[in-house]
């Protein structure tokens, strides 16, 4: 294979690697990854996904353009500028400091409840996932095929009887009422259990009982690692489902609030002021979009591993 | 007492331990879940039957039991139709556009691309939108100053009107139907494209050799190869998407400033939302009947469900009969798909 064509194939940094091993008179070994086959497009392709990338942007750009406004700006233009301006920050840090809306309070509490969700949801999948995919009991089969029936039923048939409980346990108006609930779900054990049940080879299992090692020692020494992969990738989603959770949240909050709960709050507390609502908005977007920017490449394969919306 | 005799008992304890943490273990792992389940799954359903036979107001607490009354109550009632009339209009003004985007992006994608992460993380960004943050972005791009009403106004329709699409029925549906296509579509062309990439290459090569296009490519290789993957995409959308909550509660600026009702004439009340409302809503507290809609709403999805799943099953199966064995190999391959 010719050094450009692997370019043409790979990029540029398979090419430096194919003429590093050329100037050294070694065998190229090439092997291209499995999406990475066939002819590279054309412009008209590009310009597709650009547009495509576009909409999927837009609406936040438009959003921050909005913030950056004022209130009079908005009613006479429907685009009242083309870039954010210094506006947006003085319109953040009004938002920030209004005494109607306690922003930090909601921001720290989202962050509470989806940390100790996420971690718990990702321990205790973990645990019966490996469960599941690698240790033999009675009515296994059964069992699994009930855990991922019940992710069928709508969590909407529980929410009156669940309000009435939490009100039994006195947790209405209580971060409690969001984290209990949802310390482990359907959704987690059934990925967990499928990832491990691939991941996991019989033999280490096997070696580390023969080592006289106990199923409690043979979890945390052997599973836990082997599960590391699946296990950032529940937990990112976790937190993306618990941080923009706000049907439960409104049903069982009062005075307290999490980050979704404000942004109805503002029209509120900004009558008919867009610009600062918008800037309110954007601000509460923005947390999880940096946080994208980072871990988007783990959040699309975990997509593409073929997530289920839990 | 010789210490050969503690020795071998030693031993023997020791087994026993072993085999009953062998034993005991699994049922140990698993029971956080079936725990939690039985308390915040199990129990709430089997009480909603309890909560839907009395009358059950939010402050009071239980009160008389009255029997299927809840049921007839909500039945009579006209907006709990609108209600069910508006999640189906929404639903299904979402999903078709929704799906067909979503497969012509996954095409797009599925080629040999530079910076593929980059274009991939792209159509993801809608989704880690708070759908809340979302729904208040486009209710103010479809609002009386937004970037749509100003140019119908210009073009002469619905003049008369500030905000049309926060007065008229099908102009709010669409509305809402787009914040849920723009939060979805890129999610699910992802995943089509996850099912995309398992389809032999040299399929395509062979298509390519007998002279097929784009487009025939596309309809007689892709599509094929991707039927389980669409039919359990439409079973996902159909259950998330009746319960659409989020959008029509926030959409005319929910809490304090609208109402966040879903409409001054129940235009954009959805299901979820009118459940809300009767249960825990600012003027009302009638728990018993929420209970009653969750029961009705429950049945409703489950039967929409099991009627997509064959409707989807008879339409992929009877437009091109495909043999046993493509059958086989398709479900392997969305087995493959679904577990890499």
Known sequence: MSTPLIENISGPAAKKYAQRRAAKGKPIRFKPREDSVGPRPGWVTYALLSIVLIASVFPLYYTAILGSSTRTEIAQSALPRLFPGPNLLDNIIAIVSNHQIDFWMSALNSIIVAVVVSAATVFFSTLAGFSFAKLGFRGKNGLYVFVIATLVIPMQLGTVPMFIMMNEFGWIDSLAALIVPSLVGAFGVFWMTQYLKEALPYELIEAARVDGASVLRTFWSIALPAARPAAATLALFTFVGSWNEFFWPSVVLRSQKTLPLVIPQLSGAFTADHALIMSGVFLIALPLLVAFVFLGKQLVAGVMAGAVKG | ?340
Not at chain 2, 236 to 248: C, S
Request: glycine share 8%; charged share 15%.
């Open chain 2, 1 to 340: 007492m010789t210490s050969q005799t503690a020795a071998t008992r030693r031993i023997g304890f020791s087994r026993n331990l072993s085999r009953w943490d062998i034993k005991v273990s699994p049922y140990l792992y698993i029971s956080p879940f079936f725990l939690s389940f039985a308390i915040f799954g199990l129990f709430p359903i089997v009480f909603n039957i309890w909560v839907a036979l009395h009358d059950w107001d939010r402050r009071l607490g239980q009160g008389d039991f009255v029997g299927l009354d809840n049921f007839t109550w909500v039945l009579n009632q006209p907006a709990f139709w609108t209600a069910l009339q508006n999640t189906f209009s929404i639903f299904v003004l979402s999903l078709v556009p929704q799906l067909i985007l979503a497969l012509i992006i996954a095409a797009i994608l599925d080629q040999n691309l530079r910076t593929k992460t980059f274009w991939r993380m792209g159509v993801l960004v809608p989704f880690v939108v708070m759908p809340v943050a979302s729904a208040m972005i486009f209710s103010q791009v479809f609002g009386q100053f937004g970037l749509v009403t100003p140019l119908m106004h210009e073009l002469g329709w619905f003049s008369d009107v500030d905000s049309p699409f926060f007065h008229n029925r099908f102009l709010s549906h669409v509305a809402i139907a787009t914040m849920i296509i723009f939060r979805w579509t890129g999610y699910n062309a992802l995943i089509f494209l996850a099912a995309m990439q398992t389809v032999p290459r040299d399929m395509y090569e062979a298509a390519t050799i007998d002279g097929a296009g784009r487009a025939r490519q596309f309809f007689s290789i892709t599509i094929p190869s991707i039927r389980p993957t669409m039919i359990f995409v439409v079973l996902t959308m159909t259950i998330g998407g009746l319960q659409v909550f989020d959008e029509a509660r926030v959409f005319d600026g929910a809490g304090t400033g609208g109402t966040g009702q879903g409409g001054a004439d129940n235009q954009w009340l959805t299901t979820v939302l009118y459940l809300f409302n009767l249960g825990f809503g600012d003027w009302q507290d009638r728990m018993g009947q929420a209970a009653a809609v969750a029961w009705l709403f429950a049945a409703v999805i489950i039967f929409f469900t099991l009627l997509n799943f064959f409707v989807t099953r008879a339409i992929s199966t009877s437009t091109s009969k495909p043999t046993r064995a493509s059958r086989l190999a398709a479900k392997r391959l969305s087995e493959k798909g679904r577990t890499r």
